[in-house]
């Protein structure tokens, strides 16, 4: 026997049925933002390496450590999406929508890709669904965007998850303030690799993990008290609009992002029965990003939400969010005349939006019962040749045994009603 060959290390596959609860997920992620008036972008799923390189920053871990990158048969570099910001950001400039109304709105959904060691909840193909606001930099828009994550979760059943919010300042406040964390940083008992990352990017220590670190840095001082008038002013503005909208947030004001184009506003989801892959989104507003990209200078704002692990946070909260029957009506026909009549039926109920399978291979009557269970029809409908001649058809009602009796003339309308009845 040939060797099996399995699914690459650490892509999570979504298979039917459970597959019904990823398009839910999916589905319930985006509803929101679709009726915000967000339209669709299917991006690339590979970019010129540079774009990730100059857009989410060289330094990053996702950029440095865990980018797929490869070089195509023009010498080209080439790295599978790990992110769908920079690559919107891309798609706008190169079709110029920065040039007509304002604020661009859209929203992404897909896989996008990272090498990071896989672990539950941590995958190296990873599903997002994303939008982007770019060209206003109305703080209520900063409030639509996380409302609209807060509606998506809530949604699904969702209750158990926190917001965490700060703001991180602008081009104006966050040198000094990046200066004034630096030379608190140079004063405390850090290894060298620590040392050097308070050098290059000090933000990232005060997300280091290690209590003996976090003990020295109690009184480091954080960019919320350090904000400029304008971005203290903007802050309070998005607070303000979220109270408007329900939404309840913490502050986190030592919350540090993986991907270095944020400022002002940013936020994570996070969720609590999740272990240390707790995050389930997380986003924020990016000031420079269109600009290094060779841009105008619009700033925006948006968020990528974990598909993947918010379906594995309904599942812990013990969330059915999804109908996992294949079909709502399974037909079997016993005899060559019943056949036909099941072949053209399933046909006209199709049209008719209901969703129909039938027992295929002639089987006999126990094994084709035994399938229509399998398929979570709440209704079968079991035609003979005799049935057909004695024009009554019975459609057994699965959850309960009953039945109701029908013609061949109105059996489609009869299924139809049943099948939309609750
Ligand atoms: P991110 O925080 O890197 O942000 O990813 C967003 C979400 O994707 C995370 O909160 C998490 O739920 C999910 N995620 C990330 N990596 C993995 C992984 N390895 N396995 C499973 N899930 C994962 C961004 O990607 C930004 N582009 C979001 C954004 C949009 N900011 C502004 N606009």
Redesign the pocket.
Known sequence: MNEIIKAPKGVPEYVAPDSAEFLAVRAGLSTPAINAGYGYIELPMYEDTALYVRGVGASTD?VSKEMFTFTDRGERSISLRP???AGVMRSVIENGLDRGQLPIKLWYAGA?F?A?RPQA????Q?Q?V?I?AIGSEDPALDAEVIALADEGYRSLGLTQYTLKLTSLGCSTCRPPYREKLQSFLTGLELDEPTRQRALLNPLRVLDDKRDEVQAQLADAPLQVNFLCVDCQNHYDAVRHFLVLQGVNWEEAPRMV???DYYTRTTF??DHPLLGS?S??????R?DGLMAELGGQSLSG??????T??TLLACRAEGLNVADMSRVDVFLISLGAAAKDFAVSLSSRLRAAGVRVDLSWGDRGLKGSMKAADKSGARFTVVIGDSDLESDTLNIKHMADGTTTATTTHDLVATLQRLSKEN
């Open positions: 996702v992110e769908g910001t996008f990272r990071e909840g941590r995958y190296r990873l997002q994303g982007e992002r993986g991907l994570e989801f892959q995050g389930i989104g997380g986003g924020g990016y704002i948006g968020f990528g939400l974990g993947d692990r």
